[in-house]
């Protein structure tokens, strides 16, 4: 019987099924058809109950026909997106990989659809079905469905084609080889900037499947087309397949036919009018330096990070440092020191964005426990300590993970001298906000600077600033001393600890009541424990 009536879809199921909640089968499929979306929708998430009621067959000649016919054009996203996730894992419920075929259909029709995000889902959901599919079904189904898509009238099907090339490539005989190929050459010359762009995007995933004399040929005439491409977009994912393209060559022939393009480009696109092209440079540049080595490194890439360092887009500044520890590997701290550290030291000026500075502070204690205790001194020391009164909220706090990170890194005694001295004297900032976070950086430290100094040195400053005039410091004292708690002695607890939470749960605010009660809780709780 065609499932062409949902009523009699339903008549059927309510004769197959006795073991299921028959209802709520019923149920489900009347709605696909629905004009709710919500009920729509309710019904895609549980397209598997409705195919393990219907059985493999069933599923394979008239739900899925079902959907390629009805779900087309429905205009809600979420109803879409719900299907093609559902599809992409369905192989099972249509009989196993020998049948999968059958679900190509109502994927291939999504593939036009305007919604990049719907495409993109699409695409992902043919490639999960594709790679399970056996060889004479690629060559029956999958590769001509590429091909149709590649060659169709809208621009869309076009870009939808670019992302499934390499599922079936290295899992069919040369002659077809040949023909991706050439279909996807034609993807790279396509007369639409967005089947250019989508062809730039996916060419690494190609060229991975590639052998390697097409990959010096093919693969890299394609590659040098699209970064001369006249259109920023095209030319920025061109860039960002470049590292891709050298893990995959030979040595010898990378430094000899891709490290000129390099070369060439990256001077040039350093200086890109596009801001997103610099960026994509940024990005991707760093990855190249284990491929070239140091000499090439050194000679080619270090002028062009120079550059983009200084870039007045900070999105491009923050690509590059955040991957600096990949150009270290190759050319050593010492080199790094030397070229790098004073751009690196300009970035964290307050000018500058606090993303960057968010991304300098990450990077931090990699580099001072390669630059070594001397030059962190010298050079970063003071840098650290002034973070802790930056005015972004999050700069502060992650200046105070940093302040930790250095200490395990350069080990208690040196903290005792660079970092706790300075610390504690912040702790009467004439602003509440910076009092605050340096109570925060206290407990940080306390597990790496251990009970003794915590004790000592810590909690009777802790304790002091529960007397401060601010309801808000008054609160994270509340906040500290409960995690802190857990990391002292039981004699401290009940000596220090609990009589400074008790005159806290009297306080006249509300909140710093709040908190405090909440300490005293949670240390009963863990006296019980012990």
Known sequence: MAFNSHTDIIREVLQLTMSINIYSIAVLIDELENDDVFHRLNSMRHLSTIAQALGAERTRTELIPFLTENNIDDDEEEVLLTMIEQLGVFIPLVGGVEHASALL????????????????????????????????????????LSKRLAAGEWF???????????????????????DLRAVYSQLCHDDMPLVRKAAAINLGKFA????????????MSMFKDLRQDGQDSVRLFAVKSCAALGKLLELPVCLAE?????VEFAQELSSDSSEHVRSALASDIMGLAPILGQDATIEHLLPVIHSLLKDNFSEVRLNIISKLDQINQVIGIDLLSQSLLSVIV???????????????IEFIPILASQLGVGIYNDNLGALCMQWLKDKVCAIREAAGKNLKRLAEIFGRAWALEHIIPQVLSMVDDKYSLYRMNILHVLLNLAPVMGSEITCSQFLPVILAASKDSVPNVRLNVAKVLKSLASAVDQSVVEKSIRPCLNELEENEDADVQYYAKEALQAIDKLTISS
């Not at 991975?208 to 693969?219: C, F, R, S």
């Not at 891709?258 to 390099?262: E, F, K, V």
């Open 105 to 144: 259909p109502p994927l291939e029709s999504l593939c036009s659809i305007e919604e990049a995000c719907v495409r993109d889902k699409t695409v992902e959901s043919l490639c999960i079905i594709g790679s399970q599919m056996r060889e004479p079904d690629l060559i029956e189904s999958f590769i001509p």
């Open 156 to 178: 869309t099907t076009r870009i939808s084609s670019c992302g499934l090339f390499h599922i079936a490539y290295p899992k069919i005989p040369e002659p077809l080889r040949n």
């Open 208 to 219: 991975a499947t590639v052998e390697q004399p097409y990959l010096k040929t093919d693969i």
């Open 258 to 262: 891709l490290l000129p393009i390099i």
């Open 346 to 360: 300009e970035l964290t000026d307050i000018r500058h964005s606090w993303r960057v500075r968010h991304a300098m």
